[in-house]
């Protein structure tokens, strides 16, 4: 497709499972991140990839949390044991190169996740 | 590391006025600034981008302004819209750097 996907679109969980997330993004774009937005808030930063390997995660929350991207594309966010406040919009974003003085990032739809 | 704030937290207009935003970034480093638009229920959308050796960029009735000097820039909004409601988000980073770092949010309502 012509934009970044993400699936699923919504996902309800119970606490304590663990849940994966998907993101396809950009074809061509070698730059990769995740970030969370909790309802009605901001945008926080969790892992960057640039081609497969991670040099940022400094945002992953706890480790429970983890991400891995293949073939310099599709990008995998888990989250093991989820607990309540997981709950909230995982979005995948991509660009064309990790210099970003320019380069715009495009973000998906994103995965709601609730757990109950 | 960045830090961006932004300010209004919430922006009621009425339509056909103008809104404005304005965030500060604490890194002179950093040389990149997007503005997002988030509707309901979707991702953000960049309407708009300002790199440091720039001024100030228009596009239509949208317009930003940057200020090196004092690290901050600003968002314009011209004879807004209803469609125009939305979140709007700054961010910032630096030419070396890889994580663009977001503002809190501006939640802008326009009224009819």
């Known amino acids: 497709g012509a934009g970044v996907s993400q699936s699923p679109s919504n996902k309800v969980t119970e606490k304590g499972k663990d849940v994966e997330l998907r993101c396809d993004p950009i074809s061509g774009h070698t730059a990769l991140y995740w970030y969370r937005q909790r309802l009605g808030q901001g945008l926080e930063f969790l892992i960057y990839?640039?081609?497969?390997?991670?040099?940022?995660k400094s945002g992953l929350p706890s480790d429970r949390f983890s991400a891995e991207r293949t073939g310099e594309s599709v990008s995998t966010l888990t989250i093991q044991r989820t607990q309540q406040e997981d709950s909230a919009v995982y979005l995948c974003?991509?660009?064309?190169?990790?210099?970003?003085?320019?380069?715009?990032?495009?973000f998906g739809e994103g995965s709601w996740l609730t757990v109950v | 590391g960045e830090n961006v704030e932004q300010h209004p937290s919430t922006l009621s207009v009425q339509e056909g006025d103008s809104a404005v935003i304005k965030c500060t970034y604490s890194?002179?480093?950093?040389?990149?600034f997007p503005w997002y638009k988030q509707e309901l229920g979707k991702g953000p959308q960049l309407i708009i981008d300002i790199r440091s050796n720039v001024g100030e960029k228009k596009d239509q009735r949208i317009a930003v302004t940057l200020n090196k000097t004092a690290k901050h820039f600003s968002l314009h909004i011209t004879e807004t819209q209803p469609e125009d409601s939305a979140v709007y988000f700054c961010?910032?980073?630096?030419?070396?750097?890889?994580?663009?770092?977001f503002g809190g949010g501006t939640r802008v309502l326009v009224k009819p």
């Open positions: 890194d002179s480093a950093s040389n990149y």
């Open positions: 961010g910032g980073i630096k030419a070396a750097g890889n994580k663009l770092t």
């Open positions: 990839f640039q081609g497969n390997s991670a040099p940022d």
């Open positions: 974003a991509s660009s064309l190169t990790r210099q970003f003085s320019g380069n715009t990032i495009y």
